[in-house]
T-cell receptor, first 110, second 114 residues
Framework: SQTIHQWPATLVQPVGSPLSLECTVE??????LYWYRQAAGRGLQLLFY??????ISSEVPQNLSASRPQDRQFILSSKKLLLSDSGFYLC?????????FGPGTRLTVL | SQKIEQNSEALNIQEGKTATLTCNYT??????LQWYRQDPGRGPVFLLL?????KEKRKERLKVTFDTTLKQSLFHITASQPADSATYLC?????????????FGTGTRLKVLA
């Protein structure tokens, strides 16, 4: 069966510090991969999606970036965090018309 | 622009009753619509998908309807239980390019009272 991992589960970072969140998927090949952010009281906002290694599409202009160095690995990064980057970050994978989400990372920027 | 709306107010119902949640959308004709369950501090879990040519879909105690004329989907939980308490999200596909990108509603929080 397929499994999706995200780490860390929680993170507290100062403004201006770098960020690296990792997501890995097991049990499937060539999945579509997604990064979402969920701010308090708001819906899921699609940040990036990828249909293959090295293929990244950005949905929202911001100081975040994403990379897919391997088929089942998706990384979300930032060089300098802003207060507004706080939120719940979710990675998801899909091979068709359904998405499966990871456990999420709660990021607090102080 | 495409917009998807769910009732932001929490829905409280008595155990054993049927819960009905609403999802409305505008400015788009999605090929399908999805429903997810999200518990606090967890990622959403996929529940059901209904396609534009389907009027109704069932899975155990769950039922979803899809009215493309009204641009609305209804999500029903019959014989509700306290364990059904969670936030329920609807999502629709944004385009037909095959990239499977979605718009999510903000969710409706359901609380089933024992």
């Amino acid at each position: 069966s397929q499994t999706i991992h995200q780490w860390p589960a929680t993170l507290v970072q100062p403004v201006g510090s770098p960020l690296s969140l990792e997501c890995t998927v097991e049990g499937t090949s060539n999945p579509n991969l997604y990064w979402y952010r969920q701010a308090a009281g708001r819906g899921l906002q699609l940040l990036f999606y990828s249909v293959g290694i090295g293929q990244i599409s950005s949905e929202v202009p911001q100081n975040l970036s994403a990379s897919r160095p391997q088929d089942r690995q998706f990384i979300l990064s930032s060089k300098k965090l802003l207060l507004s980057d706080s939120g719940f970050y979710l990675c998801a994978w899909g091979t068709g018309d359904t998405q499966y989400f990871g456990p999420g990372t709660r990021l607090t920027v102080l | 622009s495409q917009k998807i709306e769910q009732n932001s107010e929490a829905l409280n119902i008595q155990e054993g009753k049927t819960a009905t949640l609403t999802c409305n959308y505008t400015n788009y004709s999605p090929a399908y619509l999805q429903w997810y369950r999200q518990d606090p501090g967890r990622g959403p879990v996929f529940l059901l998908l209904i396609r534009e040519n389907e009027k109704e879909k069932r899975k155990e105690r769950l039922k979803v309807t899809f009215d493309t004329t009204l641009k609305q989907s209804l999500f029903h939980i019959t014989a509700s239980q306290p364990a059904d308490s969670a936030t329920y999200l609807c999502a629709l596909d944004r385009d037909t390019s095959g990239t499977y990108k979605y718009i999510f509603g903000t969710g409706t929080r359901l609380k089933v009272l024992a």
